[in-house]
């Protein structure tokens, strides 16, 4: 069903000629694939809405292709790669500010095997000894303690 909906949209964009809606479905395309584990369908919908973002310069749209290229590179096993596609969803997420990005990245970074959760995952924002960041949904905080090297740990606020 998910499929047929963001297909159809995906048409009418490019019918509209809509560059940022179908920069858009392509990754809900490529992310309904993730779901479904078929990681080599998953892939041209990705590049495609990566190229589109790109050249648009459509920061979100990147946020989530990376995110989604990190999902790709751990369901595969490759959490090096997962590391550090993650890593940039959150490094972008925090320079715009977009608080969905960080809560996903910190959760998908702090949901690595152990051997690749060494350091932290943020740069310190201040020089308190921690830092908490908002994620803006009810009943979440992520707590990072500074200067300890430990991802970010979800909390009930």
Known sequence: LALDYFGSALDYSIE?????????????LGNCYICLHDYSKALPYLEKSLQ???DMDLAIAKINIYFDYGSIASHNQNYS?????????????????YQKGISLAN?????????FCTQSVLKP?????????????PSSIFLLKLPAEKLIIPVNA
């Open 52 to 54: 589109i973002a790109n």
């Open 125 to 137: 924002h201040s020089k308190s000894p921690e830092t908490r960041i908002n994620t803006g949904f």
């Open 81 to 97: 790669e997962a590391k550090q596609y993650w890593q940039l969803s959150l490094e972008k997420s925090i320079e715009i500010n």
């Open 16 to 28: 509209l000629g809509d560059k940022r809606n179908e920069c858009i479905g392509l990754e809900h």
């Open 107 to 115: 959760y998908a970074l702090s949901h690595l095997p152990k051997y």
